[in-house]
């Protein structure tokens, strides 16, 4: 597995090994020594996540502010722009944000620790996104930031995918501004 640290160096995009041939193709997608090996992390993943959408929707920025949620998340099927941005208020790199494209293609995943809200947009006509989490879903500590908070400023690219304006809930749409936004210490 090869590791990459992004400019925010606690967010990993890791390359797993993938052996094809004419048949079709194995990779081992989690391996716990691998991981730990790769990111320096050793945690432990206590639920499973699968979510598809259609073209266009964009889902976060999402983190929990109790019980706050590591997640290794990949795509199984179509492509999507995944995000993440630090929330904790101590960081150095606080409200900044890092992106990859994580695709069926490129079989790509991306560590996001606990302390960084998590958000991606589809960029194919569907994806099959999951992800494991480091603790459990717990919505009522849930929080949500702006997908489109200027003061993070990220770069979505949405018209490069034809995308004219991203597909939100109404919990997206409501998401709070960083500055108002209850964040880590």
Not at 161 to 176: E, F, N, R, W, Y
């Amino acid at each position: 597995m090869k590791a990459t640290r992004l400019a925010i160096p606690e967010v990993v995009l890791l390359e797993p090994k993938v052996f094809g041939d004419a048949r079709g193709f194995f990779l081992e997608s989690f391996n716990q020594r691998a991981f730990r090996e790769a990111t320096g992390v050793d945690v432990q993943f206590v639920q499973d996540n699968h979510s598809r959408s259609a073209r266009g929707v964009l889902r976060g920025l999402h983190y929990q502010i109790r019980q706050p949620q590591g997640k290794l998340v990949r795509v199984v099927r179509g492509s999507v722009f995944d995000v993440a941005v630090d929330v904790r208020r101590s960081s150095p790199t606080f409200g900044r944000w890092v992106g990859a494209e994580l695709s069926e293609q490129n079989q790509h995943q991306l560590w996001v620790p606990a302390g960084f809200a998590h958000g991606f947009v589809v960029l194919s006509e569907s994806a099959d996104f999951l992800y494991k989490t480091t603790e459990y879903y717990a919505p009522e500590h849930e929080r949500c930031i702006a997908w489109n908070d200027p003061a993070i400023g990220i770069d979505w690219p949405l018209a490069a995918h034809g995308i004219q304006a991203p597909v939100l809930s109404s919990k997206d749409t409501a998401g709070a501004s960083l500055r108002e936004a209850e964040v880590f210490s």
